[in-house]
């Protein structure tokens, strides 16, 4: 199994900075080539299963924390793909409507998790089991995931996402700027 590194058509953006953009693509680019070299490893110890029981065992569960880095970030990226635009009519609209009431009062209780302490990602789901919008805060990369969800929005909340625009008591301001940068056309069709 081998992963390659996706580009994205990002264009510059309202209160992220360039630079910041450009070093975080690169560490997305670690994750992916680190799910491929733990791969690879772990290919190469299935060689002696009986020998290398453990050390597989050890190296499959870091393959989770790289493999959730790489695939947040892919959904991170692609959301500011090809320039900011509103959220239109259709399926998303209406279920935050139908949940929140109001799109405000959705926006702020999503906010409200991505300022949780620590490092990780606010994420807001979408439950094909009960057809509703699921959000919570997962930790790092990989804990606190929901199963069988789709992901609607990420939105990475290391330090490494901001801390060239914004100090850590401003990362409120990050929040704030991830919001207008979204092409919610691509957030919306992750729902269909």
């Given at each position: 199994?081998?992963?390659?590194?996706?580009?994205?058509?990002?264009?510059?953006?309202?209160?992220?900075?360039?630079?910041?953009?450009?070093?975080?693509?690169?560490?997305?680019?670690?994750?992916?080539?680190?799910?491929?070299?733990?791969?690879?490893?772990?290919?190469?110890?299935?060689?002696?299963?009986?020998?290398?029981?453990?050390?597989?065992?050890?190296?499959?569960?870091?393959?989770?924390?790289?493999?959730?880095?790489?695939?947040?970030?892919?959904?991170?990226?692609?959301?500011?793909?090809?320039?900011?635009?509103?959220?239109?009519?259709?399926?998303?609209?209406?279920?935050?409507?139908?949940?929140?009431?109001?799109?405000?009062?959705?926006?702020?209780?999503?906010?409200?998790?991505?300022?949780?302490?620590?490092?990780?990602?606010?994420?807001?789901?979408?439950?094909?089991?009960?057809?509703?919008?699921?959000?919570?805060?997962?930790?790092?990369?990989?804990?606190?995931?929901?199963?069988?969800?789709?992901i609607v929005l990420a939105l990475d909340m290391w330090e490494h996402s901001y801390l060239m625009d914004y100090t850590p008591g401003d990362k409120k301001q990050y929040v704030d700027a991830f919001?207008?940068?979204?092409?919610?056309?691509?957030?919306?069709?992750?729902?269909?």
């Open positions: 199994m081998h992963f390659e590194i996706k580009t994205f058509d990002i264009p510059e953006l309202s209160g992220i900075s360039t630079k910041t953009i450009d070093e975080h693509l690169k560490l997305y680019a670690g994750y992916v080539k680190h799910v491929n070299t733990i791969n690879e490893k772990i290919n190469e110890l299935s060689n002696d299963l009986e020998k290398n029981t453990y050390i597989i065992a050890e190296t499959q569960r870091r393959l989770g924390f790289e493999f959730g880095g790489m695939r947040n970030h892919e959904y991170y990226f692609k959301q500011f793909e090809n320039g900011a635009c509103e959220l239109p009519e259709g399926k998303l609209k209406n279920k935050i409507e139908q949940q929140y009431g109001q799109i405000d009062v959705w926006q702020n209780a999503f906010k409200n998790i991505a300022l949780t302490r620590g490092v990780g990602w606010a994420m807001l789901y979408y439950d094909q089991q009960t057809d509703q919008l699921v959000q919570t805060w997962v930790d790092e990369q990989h804990l606190g995931q929901l199963p069988d969800m789709n919001f207008r940068n979204l092409n919610w056309e691509v957030v919306s069709s992750r729902i269909n």
